[in-house]
């Protein structure tokens, strides 16, 4: 079951045109949209409208009064046919994901060494820890994640900074 009808053929342009129009059938204020990504892009949706994505997204997700009043970062991923975003791990967050669209696989570990690749399996979240290595990986369509941070220090929330790649197919530091 697709919520947004995305094929392997579609520009990129085209399939953020379409995730864009599907978040704003949704209701949702898009805060920011990123389609410079070599591997594809994200929206950031606004922080104000975090109830109604996790009780779209990630409504078997438990988050607390004092939770959904911290920046927990809503996004969707996009992520293209054959790319990898870059083998990372994160010093301040934790992160939720869901496929919600399309196909991913993902590639996690506790440690610097690659683990296997995993399909992710549409509408089943994963569960990032804070530190734990791992890849978004695109298969044989756009895969969309639904994304949700868990800020480690909510005084110091992580942001795009708070990255360690330890291998990136685009030599990125």
Do not use: C
């Not at 606004?46 to 920046?71: P, T, Y």
């Not at 690659?114 to 756009?142: F, I, N, P, Y």
């Not at 949700?148 to 197919?169: A, Q």
């Amino acid at each position: 079951m697709s919520l947004i009808d995305i094929n392997a053929d579609q520009s990129k342009k085209e399939v953020f045109q379409k995730v864009g129009d599907f978040l704003i059938e949704k209701g949702f204020r898009i805060s920011k949209v990123d389609q410079t990504r070599p591997w594809g892009g994200f929206f950031v949706l606004d922080e104000s409208q975090i109830r109604e994505f996790r009780a779209i997204f990630f409504a078997e997700v438990n988050l607390s009064e004092v939770q959904l009043e911290q920046k927990l970062s809503p996004k969707f991923l996009l992520v293209a046919p054959g790319a990898r975003l870059s083998w990372q791990y994160h010093f301040r967050r934790a992160e939720l994901w869901k496929l919600i669209n399309g196909e991913s696989g993902i590639v996690r570990s506790e440690t610097d060494e690659l683990g296997a690749l995993e399909k992710m399996v549409l509408g089943k979240m994963v569960s990032l820890k804070q530190g734990e290595r791992h890849r978004l990986v695109g298969l044989d369509t756009w895969g969309i994640v639904a994304e949700i941070w868990m800020h480690i220090d909510p005084e110091n929330p992580s942001d795009e900074e708070d990255i360690v790649r330890l291998e990136d197919d685009y030599s990125r530091n």
